[in-house]
């Protein structure tokens, strides 16, 4: 299999050259083999670096292939590297973050609505650093623009696509948490009354039985 | 004695109310609303700029749990319009709900940070093209606009940790550390700005306690501080230690 | 000769990740052992990647080593390159650019300063591709040649002027930073002082004087 040596080594070399994750279809197109055979040649160099012990490793993310440290060796390449992976997002950036991630496209009025405050700033830095990017406008009336995360983002996570992302079920908070912020929300003196009212107040999130 | 800023910034009446009701583990009605509303405006205050959407939306929530309370103190509720006590009880689930929430995206926020961490381990290769082909490009500047320009301005110029064999810089740096290395830098460095001192700095923290070990040399009359405008260039000059008495015990500094 | 496995893959870690030829001595400092075994273990990795029939090899070039491409690739590289997927500038020099228009005239030492690298063969691209110039002579000691952006950069660029770059805003400290210093981590007594240091603290990099 002289082709497939020779494939193997072209991908490295194209990877290599690339600043940016290289994305399997062009690989395929550059050298005229399907897509798939781009994806083998590819898993079976990470799998090969992985064996070898190498120092880095062929990573798949956002959309595309590209060559990184081994996290391993974290310590040396931070003492040797001038660009940090820049400064750690604020709490509040990543719960917008998250909340666009996991629900875009959204509108910046959206994003409020769930955070209970106003969102601007946050969004612009985000915007700003890549994380975030418009990509649309509301077909209803005000034509609102609709944010969407970018691959930035993707590379930032580590991720491949956004289905990579932890599914937003895994996060709903656990009965235990309901029962809190409901006591919390409740009087006291209503706990009769609550079962009484239960039937006939479609919107209660929890059956007292 | 390691330094982290880390505060607890409520961003928005949810986060607040989450916080009071699970971190606290308390029940909204054993605790004044008084006492909620205070920390709420607290909070406020510690804000830049006082925004007026968070402000509005938390008197809302704010009305709303007097409401609910103030149910309770009835002596008597049986005659209370069935109407009203429904649209309350609505009101409350709605809260209830949009809790939820918010404290669902909480969570997945601080999982997306976790895989931040973890990707942040790994490294890639931003090198580019190899000269030998740079020939080729048809246009380099193809699809570059000034906001990119602009944008990789900011990126070269952000602070950055240097290339520093020797002094492997730490993030979590003490001020007592931080003194220590300063009383062997500074007789060496003459007159030395502040920003000077840390222009190696990898993240804010740093320069705090830089700044933070500044103040305590000054304090104990080593150094000369000089700074000609507001906001000027802070100059730092090492004046020595007294021979006799030598420095004061640093290693309690508890700042 | 676990050591030696981890001293391999460090530097294969940090050739990876760096812009410039890594000189020995340097791989050598980093990982605390004398210069020859680095060289040993360089020379042993360039034959591993000879042997294994790599896409890439490991070249010692201008007293440092780096990855290359292997030139029977070039052909590869040459079509990704046309194909106009690799023709951007690596951010390397997009930043060297950017400093370049926004502090001309500047000087290749200075613009080195900032970068924190040696920028002397982005800076031969860029002037190659005729994006920058050399506009004049520092009058001072050593009369460095000082470089600028061409017309030519503005076309490509789409600006009628400089001044249509996106201005630099005045830094502003970050939130963050007046917190740290104005709440938690004040010492009782500091409090009249915090004001005077607050404009230093911000590290800001553009004026030195």
Redesign the interface.
Same mark, same amino acid.
Do not use: H
């Given at each position: 299999m002289d082709n497939l040596?020779e494939y193997?080594?072209? @991908? %490295?070399?194209?990877i =290599?050259?690339?600043?940016?994750p290289?994305e399997p279809t =062009?690989l395929a197109?550059?050298?005229e083999i399907p897509k798939t055979t781009v994806e083998e040649i590819c898993d079976a160099l990470t799998q090969e670096y992985k064996e070898q !012990?190498?120092? *880095? @490793?062929l990573?798949n993310v956002a959309g595309g292939y590209? *060559?990184?440290?081994? $996290? +391993?060796?974290?310590p #040396?390449?931070?003492? *040797?590297?001038?660009?940090?992976?820049g400064?750690? =997002?604020?709490?509040?950036a990543?719960?917008t973050?998250? @909340?666009i991630? #996991?629900k875009q496209p959204i509108s910046r009025m959206q994003v409020?609505a @769930?955070?209970?405050?106003?969102v601007e700033a946050v969004i612009r830095t985000l915007q700003q650093r890549?994380y975030i990017g418009e990509v649309g406008k509301d077909p209803g009336p005000g034509s609102a623009i609709l944010f969407g995360t970018t691959s930035l983002f993707l +590379?930032?996570?580590?991720?491949n696509a956004l289905s990579d992302?932890?599914p937003?079920a895994?996060?709903? $908070?656990g009965a235990d948490?309901?029962e809190?912020? +409901?006591? !919390?929300?409740? $009087? %006291?003196? *209503?706990e009769n009354?609550t079962e009484m009212?239960a039937g +006939?107040?479609q919107?209660?999130?929890r059956s007292e039985d | 004695m390691t330094y982290e800023v880390e505060t607890s910034v409520f961003s928005g009446p949810f986060d607040l109310l989450l916080h009071l009701i699970l971190q606290d583990e308390v029940d909204l009605y054993e605790i004044s609303l008084g006492s909620i509303i205070d920390a709420y405006i607290q909070e406020i205050q510690r804000m830049e700029d006082v925004n007026l959407a968070v402000a509005t939306e938390f008197l809302l929530i704010a009305a709303t749990l007097i409401e609910l309370k103030s149910r309770r103190l009835l002596p008597d509720t049986s005659d209370l319009d069935l109407e009203e006590e429904l649209a309350l009880w609505e009101e409350r689930d709605l809260l209830l709900a949009r809790l939820l929430e918010c404290k669902t995206f909480k969570d997945a926020s601080h999982a997306l940070k976790a895989l931040t961490l973890d990707a942040a381990l790994s490294y890639p290769r931003l090198t580019g093209m190899e000269e030998q082909f740079i020939g080729l490009m048809p246009d380099l500047l193809e699809g570059v606009s000034g906001e990119d320009v602009h944008e990789a301005f900011l990126r070269a110029t952000a602070p950055k940790p240097r290339i520093d064999l020797f002094h492997v810089t730490s993030v979590k740096l003490t001020v007592a550390e931080t003194v220590e290395y300063l009383i062997e830098e500074l007789p060496q460095m003459g007159k030395v700005t502040l920003r000077e001192l840390t222009t190696g700095a990898v993240d804010r923290v740093e320069v705090v306690v830089y700044f933070l070990s500044i103040l305590e040399l000054y304090k104990q009359g080593v150094i000369e501080l000089t700074q000609l405008a507001t906001f000027g260039t802070l100059t730092i000059e090492w004046l020595g230690v007294d021979k006799e008495t030598g420095l004061l015990g640093i290693d309690a500094y508890e700042g």
């Open positions: 040596q193997k080594r072209a @991908i %490295e070399a194209v =290599l050259v690339s600043d940016n290289v =062009l197109q550059l050298l !012990g190498r120092g *880095f @490793i990573a590209r *060559f990184q440290t081994d $996290p +391993e060796m974290a #040396y390449v931070e003492r *040797f590297v001038l660009d940090g992976q400064s750690r =997002l604020s709490s509040a990543l719960e973050l998250a @909340i991630a #996991y409020s @769930i955070r209970g405050v106003n890549g +590379e930032r996570l580590g991720l992302l932890p937003l895994d996060f709903v $908070p948490v309901v809190a912020l +409901e006591g !919390g929300l409740r $009087p %006291e003196g *209503f009354r009212m +006939e107040s919107s209660d999130v | -």
